[in-house]
Structures are given as C-alpha cells and as structure tokens.
C-alpha cells in the first residue's frame, strides 16, 4: 500500500529552527509536495521536489532523497505566525497526490 | 501561480436538502479536479477525483449517489451534497491539477457546510 508518515505534532520557540520530516512508500514518484494549512483554511503551496537534493526559498527550504524515501521541510527564524500544519504530500504514478496525516507546528514565545 | 475559486464561502442549511458547491479554475484549464473533506484537527481526506467529460472516480466509502460530481468544462467542477445529514457537516476544499505547472494541485478556499 501507499504510505506517508509525518509526525502528528512538533513544539518549537521563536526565532529558532525546526525540521519536520516525511517518509513515503508510494506507487511511483512524480514528486513531492510541502503544503501549509492554517486552521480554517485551505492549505497553501510551499515547496515541491522532484529531484535529490535542497531546495531553498526564504526561511523555508524542503530537502529530499529518492531512495531513502525521505524529505523535511525546514523552517528558520520561526515566527508566531508559522504555528499552522504543515503536510506532505507525494505525486504517485497515476500523478494522484497521496497525503500525510499532516504535522501541526506550535510555535512558542 | 494559478488561481482556483470556490462558492459559496460557508453555507448553511437544513437536514434533507441538498447543497451545491463550485470550484473554478480561473486562470488555466484542468482536465482534473479533486474534491476533498475536511474535518476538524484532521487531514484532508480526498473523496473524489473529477476527471472533464467523464464519471468521477470516487475513494473507498464515499457514496457517489450521495456526493454528485459534474465537471462540464475545463474549468469547472460541482460538488453537490444531497440530502444532506449533520454528519455531512465538515469543510469541503477542491484543487486543480494544472499541467502547466508540474502537475501541481492548486487549492480553492474551502467551503464550510453546517448541516443543522
């Protein structure tokens, strides 16, 4: 079966760093997504990879490794604002995207 | 990026009648939406795949007779709630595939329903 798992929930201080992580066993790979989601609203789209390595986008930079199944998205310079869930999604064969359970941030002062 | 709307925001009603919800792509085409439910401190849960000029492809445990999908255009899928039930209250977001950005989905704002 397709599997993506993520914790269900990370605690961290503002200002600081935090790396949230996913692992995936999917029927194929088309890529993967980092999407944040507000309480209340629909998620947005953060990040997308496709192929090893880092991508980097302002305080926010997604990494993966295709053969270890494995990606984290991570968030510098934490700010209050950045308390959401944060979900990962992957790209299977057929191009359907397969969810995490999604991870929810609690930032604190 | 590409932009997808959704209508109504929120929407009120009562137990047995039935509800529509719009999603529109607004600035490219999809040949596929998806619809998905929501609830509360949950992930999203993908109920059906709608797919231009053809039958959605519903998940397991969704009930098609129940959830009605039309995608009539390239630009626009319906979700109508029938007969609707308290249970049925919960968050509604669609997404459209847009090819000419990787396949990315794109997210409408969501549809809150309360059954009352």
């Known amino acids: 079966g397709q599997n993506i798992d993520q914790p269900t929930e990370m605690t961290a201080t503002e200002g600081a760093i935090v790396q949230i992580n996913c692992t995936y066993q999917?029927?194929?790979?088309?890529?993967l997504f980092w999407y944040q989601q507000h309480a209340g609203e629909a998620p947005t789209f953060l990040s997308y990879?496709?192929l090893d390595g880092l991508e980097e986008k302002g305080r926010f930079s997604s990494f993966l490794s295709r053969s270890k199944g494995y990606s984290y998205l991570l968030l510098k310079e934490l700010q209050m604002k950045d308390s959401a869930s944060y979900l990962c999604?992957?790209?299977?064969?057929?191009?359907?995207?397969?969810w995490g359970a999604g991870t929810k941030l609690i930032i604190k002062p | 990026g590409a932009v997808v709307s959704q209508h109504p925001s929120w929407v009120i009603c009562k137990s047995g009648t039935s509800v529509k919800i719009e999603c529109r792509s607004l600035?490219?085409?999809?040949?596929?939406m998806f619809w998905y439910r929501q609830f509360p401190k949950q992930s999203l849960m993908l109920m059906a795949t709608?797919?231009?000029?053809?039958?959605?492809?519903?998940e397991q445990g969704v009930e098609k007779d129940k959830f009605l999908i039309n995608h009539a255009s390239l630009t626009l899928s319906t979700l109508t709630v029938t007969s609707a039930h308290p249970e049925d209250s919960s968050f509604y977001i669609c997404s459209a595939k847009s090819e000419r950005d990787f396949n990315e989905q794109f997210f409408g704002p969501g549809t809150r329903l309360t059954v009352l």
């Open positions: 999917t029927s194929g790979f088309n890529g």
């Open positions: 990879n496709v």
């Open positions: 709608s797919n231009e000029g053809s039958k959605a492809t519903y």
């Open positions: 999604a992957v790209m299977d064969s057929n191009y359907q995207l397969i």
């Open positions: 600035d490219f085409q999809a040949t596929t």
